[in-house]
């Protein structure tokens, strides 16, 4: 694994852009200078950010969501695991 976030992300398990391991991390957004905590999925090269509209959700119980455009930055809340296990110290 890196230390850069992938380029577009979402927290919804039936997006192509789901991906488990990297959520586990922690991911932090910036959007237009201000960190966010509430974002279900964004994308770094096309600048937007979606959020849950509220406690609104579809008729398959899945949250609302609004597009937001702007500036967008992440990163990794917490380091790469390294794998101590395999080490032996005696």
Partial sequence: MTDTPPDRLSINPDSPYFDQALLERGIGIR???AERKDVEEYS??????RVAL???VD???RPLTLKLSGE???WFERPAATD???T???
């Fill in 31 to 33: 959007f237009k200078g």
């Fill in 44 to 49: 770094i090269p096309d600048g937007w950010i």
């Fill in 54 to 56: 509220g406690k609104k």
């Fill in 59 to 61: 008729r398959k119980g």
């Fill in 72 to 74: 967008v930055e992440a």
């Fill in 84 to 86: 101590e296990a395999t």
């Fill in 88 to 90: 032996d110290e005696g």
